[in-house]
C-alpha cells in the first residue's frame, strides 16, 4: 500500500507526484523522491523496481520478508533490513520489519507487520529543510534512528520484568513460577538479540573505514546509531547471563526448599516414631510390668512421652528444622 | 552413473555430448560443458578428471567422500564439496553429498548418497538462456542456492520440534520424554551446523575481497547465498542455546516435581503416624486408663482420631503439599 | 551548575575567567581554557556547545546521560564519557558519569550523579605548570587517571567480599546465605563490567596505532591507564568465573548436606522401625507366647531393645550418619 | 637408532650412507638426503645437528620431547613437532611424537616413544621417483599425511564409544557407569585435542599467504593435510560438546531415577502405615468395641484391610508409581 | 637491596662497579652493565631511575609493585613484569615478581617478594662469553627463561594434585573432600594464569612481525619461551575445563550416592514396615482369631515374619539397593 511518494528540491517539499512520475525526478540531479510504502504487494515492489532500477536480488528479499537485519551495497545504491518491535498486550513480543532502499536521490522504504509508521520522521524533516537538504543518508539515518530508537522501551521492559523476577527469586515456595517467567524472558531476550546484533555488525560499516558514497557525510550520525545499538546489545549480554545465573541460583533455591522440606519430614517423623515406640512398648504384653499396674502409671506415662516429643520439638525448632 | 552431460554455446543447448568428447568442448573458447553424476565410480571419476584435467587431491575427496563443506581453489578451477540433508521417515537427518568441479566453462557435478536431484535447475537455467550466458559461475551458485533452499524446511522441522517441546517443558511427568527429545534435537542440530558452518565461512570468500575469477561477475548472487546460511546459522545458534537453557530448566522441574512428591509423601506420612500413635497409646496394657471403660470411648477415639487427621489434611491441602 | 572556569598561559593559572569569554580565549593559540561543570542544565550545555564550538550529537549525548564509556572523535576534538563508582553506605554500588570534551587547547568536563570530585586533580595540575604545558591530553589523562584510581578499592572491596562467601562456602548450613551473596555479588561485578570493559577498549586508541591529535605527545601516560583497566578487567573476569565456580560448588553442598539429613533420617528411621516391631512382637496376642510369663521377661525385652538399638547406633556413628 | 640414512638423486635412491657423509650430501645442489632416527640418543643428535647444520634451539626441543605440535622456521628450514596417536590394548591412548627437521635438501625424522614407522611412506615415495622430485616439501607432506591419517581410526574409536554411552543414556540403572565412561572419554577426547589443534594451526601456515620456500610448491598438499585435521578437530569438538551435554543429560536422569524411588518408596510406605494404623485401631483396648466380638470380625477386618490397600496399590500402579 | 652492579667489555667481566658510576659506563659504546636489585626501596628506584635514565611511568609501576605481567616499550628501551610462582610448604601458592629496565647496554631486575634467585643465570652468562656478546636481549632472554623454567615444576604439582583428585571422583564418600579440593586446585590455576596469560600476549611482540630493536637478535629465543608459555597455558586451560568437569561429575556422583542411600532407606523401612504390619495384625483384640491358641501359633508367626522379611531382603539385595 503506498502511503507517501514525495518528490523535494533543495530540501523543501515540492509536490506528492504519481508513482509513474518517480524514475523523471529520480533521472534529475537537482530532486530527490522518498516513497513509504506498507506491506506493499509483488506488483507495487515490481513497479518500485522499475521506477527506481532496483536490483532484483534486493526486491526477492524484500518481497520474501522474514530476513535477517543487513545492510546490503548493490553499486551506489543501499539495500537496508531493519525490524520493528513492538510489545503488544499480554506482552507478546511482536516482530516486524522495514525494507530500505536508498540511492544517491532517492529513499524508499516498505514497512510490514508493524503498527509502528514514520509519519512523525517525515514531518520533522519536513519542517527543517537543512537536514533534507543532506540527501537520502541522512533520511536513512533519520529512519534508523526511529526503529533504533523504539528498541529502548522494550529494553526497559524486559530488565523490569529481569528485576521482578530477581526480587522473587529467594522468596519460598516461588521457584516454579520464576523457572517458567525465566525461561519466557530468555526466549525474548533472544528474539531481540536477532534484531540488534546483525544490524550491530551492518551499521558499523556506515562510518569508520571504507563508507559507501550516499552515507560518506553522515558518517557521525551513524556512528551515533551505532553507539545506542552497542548499549543495546549490552543490556542483552548481560540480561542473557543474568538470567542463566538465575536458572542456575533457581535450581539451588529449589534443592534448598527440599532439603528443608526434607528437614521437617525428618523432625516429625522422630517425634511421632517416639511416641509410637513408647506406645508400643507400654502395649506388649509380658505378665510382669509393674508399671502397668501403678495407680497413675498412664498419666505418667503420657506426661512422659509429652516431656520427651517436647523437647525433642524444641531442640528442632532450635536447630531450625521446624 | 552419468545422468547428463551437455555441452552449450551462446547460453543455449548445442547437445548432449558422448564422455570422450567433453575435452574437445571444454577446449573450445565459446562452449560451455556441464556434466552431471549419481554415486560414481572411481572409473567414471578417472575419466572426468582426464577429460576436465582436475586436480589429482580434488578428485581423491571427491572419491573418498564424507569432506567437510569446503571451497578450494586449484588454478582457475574451484573444488566444492557441500551436505544435502533430508528428513527421512522416523524424523532421522540424513546427510549426503554433492562434489562440484567448476572450471572457465564447464561444471561438473557429483551427488552421492541423497535423493534430491537437480533436474530442475538444469531445466530452469535452459529456459533462461541468457542466465547460462553468465557462465560456470552462474551454474555453481544456481546449484549451491538449489541445495541451501532445501535447508530451510529442515530448519522449520528442527524449529517446530523445539517448539513442541518447550510446550509441554513445564508439564508433570513430561520430563523424562523432553529430556530425551531434547538430546535427539540437539544431535540433529549439531549435525545440520556441520553441514551450514564450513559452508558459510568457504562462501564468504566468493563475494567482497579477492574473489575467485569465475565467480568474479556472480558475487552479488554469493553474497544472497551467504545471506541465507547466516539466517540458518543463526537459527541454528539459537537452538543450540535454547536446547542448552531447556536442559537446565528440566532439570529444575525434575528437582521441583521431586520436591512435591516428597512433600506429598511428608504430609501422607505425618497424618498416618498420627493415627498410629493415637492408636498405640489407647492399645498400651495399663490397669488405670478410665476412657477405655467409657461406653462411648471407642466412637469417641475414632471421632478424635478422625477430627485430629481431618484437620491436618486440611491444613496440608492449603499450604499446596497434597 | 559551573564550579571551575579558567584560563591558563604557559601552564599557568591566568584568571578564572567568564563563560561568555570562553571562546576569545579559545580562539587564541597561546591559551589553554580548563572548564569544569556538575549536573549540568540543558541550558548551560548549550552555552558551552556555542562556546567552544562542541558537536550538536556530543552535546545531546551529554544531555541524555546513561551514555556507555565511549571515547569519539569529532574532526580534532573528543568527546569521551567515562563513569565514576562509589560503594555507598549499605554496601550499593553507585554509579556516576563524567563527560568531558576536549579540543586543542581547551578541556570541558561535566560530572553527573556523582560525590567524587576533581579539585585535587586541578590543584596538582596547577602546582606543576610543565606538566599544564603539555597541554590538553594531559588534563585528559590526569582526569581518566583520576576516575580510574577510585575503581581500585571497589575491585578490593569485592574481591573481600568474594574471599568471604568463600570463607563460608564449605560450611555447614550457609548456603541459603551464599547463593544470594554470590548472586548480588555476580550483579555488582556485572555493574563494574560495564563501566571498565567499554572504556578498555576505547582507551586502547589513545595509544599505539593511529592516535587522536591532542592525545598524541601523551601516549605513555595512556597506556598506562589502559594498564590499569586491563588489571581491573582482568580481576573481573577472575571474580566473574569464581563466582560461577562458587555457585555450582554452592550446589554441590546444597545436595551433599541434603545427603548427610536423609542418612541422618534413615538412621534414626532405623533405629525406632527395630524398636517399634520388637514392642509389635511382644504385643502380639497369643496364647503361647512363654517368655510373657517369665519373671524378668520385661526388663530383658527392654535390655535386648537397647542393646540392638545401641549397637544400630555405633554402627552408624562409626559410618558417618549420625 | 638410525633407522635409514639415505641419498637420493634425480628422486631416485642412490645409496645408503654413513652418517659421516651426510654433510656432503647437502652441500650438494643435485642430491637430497632422508635420514630416519627412532628415540635418538643425546649424541646421535649432536652429530645430526652438525651434519645438517641444525639450530641449537630446535635440536633443544627435540632432545627434551614432549613438545607441542608446532612449526618452527630457522632461516631457510623448518622445524616440525607432530604427536603420534595409538589406542593401545585396554583401550589406553599413548602418544608418541616425530620431531622433523627439513632443510631445502633434506629431511631428517626422529620419531620417540612410538610402535607405528614411516616405511610404507619411504617405500612408496622411492617408488615414484616423480614425487622424491619435488623435494623435500613432499617428503615432509608425505610424513605428516601418514601421521594425520593415523589420527582417523582413533577418531572413530572415541566416536563409537560415544555412540555405546549415548545408547545408553536413557536406560535405568546405567547412570553410575555412564558418568566415568563419559569423563574417561573426555580425558581422552583432551589429548587427542592437545595433538591436533596447534597443529592445526601450525600447518596453516603451509599455505595460502607467506609460505615457507621449501613448501611453496607443494601448498596444495599441506592444504589437504589441513582440512583432513579441520575435518578431526570439528569432530572433537562436537564430541567436546556433545558429552558435556551428555553430562548435564546424565545428571537429570539420575535425578528423575532418584524421583521414582523416592514415589515407589511413597507408595509403599502408604500402603503399609494404612495397614498398621488399621491394626493399631483393632489393637486399642477399649471396652466397648462391638466388631471385637463379632464371629467374623478377624476375616472381615482382613478383608477390609486387604481391599483398602489393594485399591491403594491399584491407584499407584496407574499413577505409574509402582 | 643492591645484590650486583657488574660492568661487562666484550661479553668478559670488567668489574663490580659501583652504583654512581653506571651512567659513566651506560654512557659508553662498548659496555654492557647488568645490575641486580631485591626488593629495592623508592629511594634506590630512584638513584637508578637517574643512572639509567629510565622512564618515570616505568619506575613508578616497579615501585608500586602487583602490575600485570607486562613488556612495555619506552622508545629504545623495555619495561618487562613477570611474576615468580613458588609453591611453599602446605601448597600454598605464592606469587612474587621482577621487574626488568633494558636498555641498548643495560639490563636492571629488581625482585620482589620471592626467594629464587638469579644467580645461576649470571654465572652461566659470566662463562660462556660469546653469549654476553650479543647484548641485552640475550640477558633479558636469559632471566626470562629462568622464570618461565620455574612455571613447569608448578604446573606439574597441580596435574598431580588434579590427578590424585580424579583417582578418588568415583570413590563413595570423597565428594565433600573432593569439591573442596577442586575448588582450591581451581584457584590455583587461575593465579597461575594470571602469571602466564598477560605474558604470553606481550611476548608474542618479542618475535616475528615488529619486534623492539633490542631484542632483534634474539627473536628465536623468544619464541623458544613463547612456546613455553604457549605449554603451559594449554595445560592451564585443560585443567581449568577438567576441573569444570570433574566439578559437575562430583555433583552427579553426589546425587548418585543420595538416591543409593535413600534406595537403602526405603529396603530396611519396607522390611521393618512388614514385620510392624503383621505385628499389628497379631496384636489385634478380636475375640475369635485362631491362630492366636494354636500351640505353635506364636512360633509360627515368627517363621512367617522371618520368611517374608527374608525374601524381601534377598530381593532389594538382588535388585543392588542392599
Known amino acids: ?67 535477517r537485519p543487513k545492510i546490503e551495497e548493490y553499486g551506489d545504491s543501499l539495500f537496508i533490513v531493519v525490524k520493528m518491535l513492538e510489545l503488544r498486550e499480554g506482552e507478546e513480543l511482536h516482530v516486524g520489519e522495514v525494507d530500505i532502499f536508498v540511492g544517491p536521490n532517492y529513499v524508499l522504504s516498505n514497512r510490514s507487520n508493524s503498527t509502528q509508521d514514520f509519519l512523525g520522521v517525515r514531518a520533522r524533516a519536513e519542517r ?31 530488565e523490569m520484568e529481569l528485576e521482578k523476577i530477581e526480587e522473587r527469586i529467594f522468596i519460598h515456595g516461588s521457584q516454579r513460577d520464576n523457572i517458567e517467567r525465566l525461561y519466557d524472558l530468555k526466549r525474548k531476550v533472544m528474539q531481540v538479540r536477532h534484531a540488534v546484533v546483525p544490524l550491530l555488525e551492518a551499521i558499523g560499516k556506515l562510518h569508520g573505514g571504507r563508507v559507501p558514497s550516499v552515507c560518506r557525510n553522515t558518517q557521525e550520525y551513524f556512528r551515533d546509531v551505532h553507539d545506542h545499538l552497542l548499549r543495546i546489545s549490552t543490556a542483552l ?9 538465575a536458572i542456575q541460583v533457581n535450581l539451588s533455591m529449589v534443592a534448598l526448599e527440599e532439603g528443608e522440606v526434607n528437614k521437617r519430614l525428618a523432625a516429625w517423623a522422630a517425634i511421632f516414631a517416639v511416641l509410637t515406640a513408647f506406645a508400643g512398648i507400654w502395649g506388649m504384653n509380658f505378665k510382669h510390668m509393674p508399671e502397668l499396674d501403678w495407680r497413675f502409671g498412664y498419666p505418667a506415662a503420657l506426661t512422659l512421652m509429652a516431656v ?11 536447630a531450625g528444622w521446624l
Request: net charge negative; aromatic share 10%; with cysteine.
Open 308 to 318: 520427651v516429643c517436647g523437647s525433642l520439638y524444641r531442640r528442632f525448632k532450635k
Open 1 to 67: 500500500m503506498l502511503i507517501n511518494c514525495v518528490a523535494y528540491v533543495d530540501g523543501r517539499k515540492l509536490a506528492d507526484i504519481p508513482v509513474v512520475d518517480i524514475s523523471d525526478y529520480v533521472a534529475r540531479d537537482d530532486a530527490f523522491v522518498w516513497v513509504a510504502l506498507r506491506d506493499a504487494s509483488p506488483g507495487e515492489l515490481k513497479v518500485m523496481q522499475e521506477e527506481f532500477g532496483l536490483h532484483e536480488l534486493a526486491v526477492e528479499d524484500a518481497g520474501r520478508g522474514q530476513q
Open 128 to 158: 527543517e529543510p537543512h537536514l533534507l537538504q543532506q540527501g537520502a543518508g541522512f533520511v536513512l539515518y533519520a529512519l534508523m534512528d526511529a526503529v533504533v530508537d523504539r528498541y529502548f522501551p522494550i529494553i526497559d521492559a524486559l
Open 237 to 245: 549480554d548481560t540480561m542473557r547471563e543474568t538470567i542463566g545465573t
